[in-house]
């Protein structure tokens, strides 16, 4: 399902999926990482469950003959500290194929030997009830709690309630992929924000610096927070200017 256009070694490593969702802050702070880290494609993937998208290039260092894809794998330079991949998802899933698409992900992440996965997603900020917490929540498999329990205590992130069987309204994917990663004995959060649709690329920023919080990967500012570097295809985000010869 997954083709690698380079040979790459992902041995406990670290990979990060961001379901669509709502606002797309997911998808977004997928961009800002990738983006961010340099990180570089070295697979492409294909799945009759995956709607299929083309578009230019996505990130300021692909050539003008670049093509973006509905679905690519980037990871970091081999030489960093940490083995840190994404795999950006940039359309949805057709519902009746998704669990195959699930099946042959999961089976790639152990063949290749992942330590943990990373979801991202998003919930309805009407959703929230509690106004006065944190619009972050996260829930973990016992795995990775018990891998990062004094990492995740210090943080003091609010763990979801429905921890085991989380159900994240407008969260598109994220709880039925966490829960299969989490029968399948993977390692495996999930990190999601409250939002509401509008432009939501401080909503991205903010999960992206979230997330910086735990992985601490990201270059920083002198207030701690992360340096991000926006990729060029943002400045689209509600498509191209209206055609002047409307006028």
């Given amino acids: 399902m997954i083709k690698l256009t380079s040979s790459v070694d992902f041995t406990d490593g670290i990979l990060i999926i961001p379901s669509v969702c709502v606002g797309n802050v997911a998808q977004l702070s997928a961009d800002l990482i990738v983006e961010t880290l340099k990180m570089q494609k070295v697979g492409i993937l294909w799945h009759p469950a995956v709607i299929p998208i083309i578009g230019p290039p996505a990130y300021w260092r692909?050539?003008?003959?670049?093509t973006t894809t509905a679905c690519e794998l980037f990871?970091?330079?081999?030489?960093?500290?940490?083995?840190?991949?994404?795999?950006?998802?940039?359309s949805p899933l057709v519902a009746t194929l998704m669990q195959d698409f699930f099946d042959q992900l999961m089976d790639f992440i152990e063949k290749q030997k992942f330590k943990e996965v990373i979801i991202l997603?998003?919930?309805?900020?009407h959703e929230k009830?509690?106004?006065?917490?944190?619009?972050?929540?996260?829930?973990?498999s016992d795995s990775f709690f018990g891998?990062?329990?004094?990492?995740?205590?210090?943080?003091?992130?609010?763990?979801?309630?429905?921890?085991?069987f989380p159900h994240i309204l407008g969260g598109g994917f994220a709880s039925q992929l966490f829960r299969g990663l989490q029968d399948k004995k993977i390692a495996t959060m999930m990190l999601f924000k409250y939002v509401s649709e509008g432009d939501n690329s401080p909503d991205a920023k903010?999960?992206?610096?979230?997330?910086?919080?735990?992985?601490?990967?990201?270059?920083?500012?002198?207030?701690?927070?992360?340096?991000?570097?926006?990729?060029?295809?943002?400045?689209?985000?509600?498509?191209?200017?209206?055609?002047?010869?409307?006028?």
Avoid: C
Wanted: charged fraction near 25%; hydrophobic fraction near 30%.
């Fill in 206 to 247: 903010q999960m992206t610096n979230k997330l910086n919080e735990f992985l601490d990967v990201l270059p920083t500012k002198e207030d701690g927070s992360a340096r991000l570097t926006i990729p060029p295809s943002w400045k689209l985000l509600f498509g191209d200017a209206a055609p002047q010869s409307i006028y």
């Fill in 147 to 164: 891998n990062h329990e004094n990492k995740l205590t210090s943080l003091n992130w609010r763990r979801h309630s429905g921890q085991g």
């Fill in 121 to 125: 997603s998003s919930s309805y900020a």
């Fill in 62 to 66: 692909d050539n003008k003959d670049t």
């Fill in 129 to 140: 009830h509690l106004i006065e917490e944190s619009p972050f929540e996260y829930s973990a």
């Fill in 75 to 90: 990871t970091m330079d081999p030489e960093a500290k940490q083995k840190i991949s994404v795999l950006q998802i940039r």
